[in-house]
């Protein structure tokens, strides 16, 4: 069953989750998170890690796979967290944030994101704060630094990965608006995702690998890049992302 026919049944066990009061954790702490990213594979592990309730304090309310998922779920569950990958179906984690905003500035029962994602591209960084996430974590936190980072966020603190802060105090410290690349705009985010591998030197499987999808997939995503760019080759292609500083 594909994560796009989960979304009922997603919705329901996230209401019914929500109403429940369970105990804080060990150390008498508590949050309440909703999950949203497209590969159930990898809510299932973050949930395996996170969710045992007595231990940890954090209580999954709900998962999504895209974007009106998403905001269906936080709106009917109201979580103090969301874990928000930056790559989703239906317009990506900008547009979770830009539909969830009203929810974001409630002054009594602010829904706060903190990005958790497999890139750690400068762009998609600054675009998700932007949008309003307080944090940016890559997917290979430690899961007891995913749960201090989650009630960190909780508590209004700004949560990054040791890198990516300078990604945001570079961007904000300047008053000038990034320049407009119209090649990249052509691409879609699952396109950048694969170029920046292609061009850091993966292969192709170990590119499969790693966004859960599969080879073929990947050749298509490729081949997509090649024809939007009128690039020949992934030497070409590395060429182009090296002079935008995306590896």
């Not at 940890?56 to 967290?81: F, H, L, N, S, Y």
């Not at 201090?148 to 990516?164: K, N, T, W, Y």
């Amino acid at each position: 069953m594909s994560d796009a026919t989960e979304a009922n049944g997603t919705v329901g066990a996230a209401e019914a989750a929500g109403s429940g009061q369970p105990g804080a954790g060990a150390d008498g702490r508590h949050v309440r998170v909703v999950l949203v990213d497209d590969h159930r594979m990898f809510r299932t592990g973050v949930q395996a890690e996170i969710g045992q309730t007595a231990e940890t304090g954090v209580e999954v309310v709900g998962e999504a796979a895209d974007v009106d998922q998403a905001v269906a779920v936080i709106t009917a569950t109201r979580p103090e967290v969301v874990l928000l990958d930056v790559h989703l179906p239906g317009g990506g984690g900008v547009e979770v944030l830009r539909r969830c905003a009203a929810l974001t500035a409630d002054a009594e029962r602010p829904v706060r994101f903190l990005a958790l994602s497999v890139s750690d591209a400068a762009e998609d960084v600054i675009g998700v704060i932007r949008g309003g996430a307080r944090g940016y974590v890559t997917k290979t936190i430690t899961g007891t630094d995913l749960i201090d980072s989650i009630f960190r966020v909780q508590e209004g603190d700004a949560v990054f990965s040791p890198r990516l802060a300078g990604f945001v105090l570079d961007a904000f410290a300047s008053t000038d608006a990034p320049p407009v690349d119209e090649d990249l705009d052509r691409l879609t985010q699952r396109e950048r995702e694969v170029l920046r591998l292609i061009a850091r030197g993966y292969a192709y499987k170990e590119i499969a690998k790693q966004l859960f999808i599969s080879v073929k997939t990947v050749e298509s995503h490729v081949s997509a890049v090649l024809r939007k760019l009128q690039l020949s080759n992934r030497h070409e292609l590395t060429r182009w992302a090296t002079a935008r500083r995306l590896v």
